[in-house]
């Protein structure tokens, strides 16, 4: 077994007994992005000068005073901004950019002692379900290279899944963590909304974005999210809301645990490979204790278009300062400054950015407002409110996270809704502002299938509860797609 194969808890045994040290940790992931980061292409840039002076000051650092997660290498999705490392939101338009503070997410993995090893791939301003539309590279699936790994964060769950590092960080506006994490079988959580600070995450949709964490298995996930959840003074919208010990409650128990299927989530559109995979879970679930009854969320049907409507909205605004004159590129031989911010606009963003971006305008405007920005709104609470009526008598709502296994790179990159289409499964869940989990629950022709499992809000601890004692019965999570010999 390689270094980087092993849990948290076995990498900080073998640190422990001295079996080890951590600057072998991140020799050893330097050396896996080498040998497979040619096929994979899931990093934008790496940290590795500054990553390695780091262990070798961790290493001085007695035993006693390391906490879990103290010394290991994590991968940080390039919207989320690195003091001093270059940070492009895989977009023309930010090409140079180098931040001048950490996210409060990478202050807090910092502080946890963990090592930032480089920034990952995704798609532009995180828009997209493929990782195809970065400006720089296109990230493969390890489970097949000519399959797309999901996306927006794609390279994040591409690195996980090929053992590239054992944790990272991405963002989820509309199933962007959970849709890489199903397509490469890895664990990919989205929090409660205000869960988690947004401060230093390059905003994309400001009611719906969230950071959470990447990894190989439901604990080491979790001991991710107690490090980087809770109140943050430079956001707002993050909550007071206690951060509970998430790990620690983790015992595989779930007896007498009500769980909600809804009868949309398993209908028309779902591929029978997937549907049955979460039929077979759910039958681990009722073996294990819990009860299983199928519900209804009857406006589930209307969450793509009134996402696109609202995501799209913010995004006109929010990006709106990106114009040539503070950030990264700048259009040359341009007339005047009206020119400037057009010529910049025009070549420094990508042609699926700019499709939101006039959505968005378009539904923001005077004319349209109430017919489309407005109705969007008032469809969104009747979303929530499905949600909060299920959640009155079950714990936790059990689905699949994508409709179909990772599909061909190209294959849908020009048919915008059918790409959309994708995260059919993912975007109510961020419209309602709960917490939902996927975890890897069957294959598909040797294709990853992901099982989403959604909780009330600020609940997380029954959705790894529920997650974990899943993982423990089954054991898809410990297979690893074939990449570098190994």
Known sequence: MTLLERSSKELQEGLHKGEFKIVDVINETYKRIEEVDGDVQAFLALNKEKALEEAKEKDQVPVNER??????????????????LETTCASKILEGFIPIYDATVVKKIREAGMITIGKLNMDEFAMGSSTETSYYKKTKNPWDLERVPGGSSGGSAASVAAGEVPFALGTDTGGSIRQPAAFCGVVGMKPTYGRVSRFGAVAFASSLDQIGPITRNVYDNALLLEVIAGVDPNDSTSADVPVPNYASKLDGDIKGLRIAVPKEFLSEGIDESVRQSVLDALEVFKGLGATVEEVSLPHSKYALATYYILASSEASSNLARFDGIRYGFRAEGVKNLMDLYKQTRAQGFGDEVK??????TYSLSAGTYDAYYKKAQQVRTLIK????????DYDVIVGPTTPTAAFKIGENIDDPLTMYANDILTIPINLAGVPA???????DNGLPLGLQIIGKHFDEETVYRAAYAFEQATDYHKQSPRLGGK
């Open 355 to 360: 499709r939101r971006i006039m959505l968005g």
């Open 437 to 443: 989990i996927s975890i890897p629950c069957g294959f």
């Open 385 to 392: 409110q499905d949600y909060d009526k299920v959640f009155e």
């Open 67 to 84: 906490g879990p997660l103290f010394g290991l290498p994590i991968g940080i999705k390039d919207n989320i901004v690195t003091e001093g």
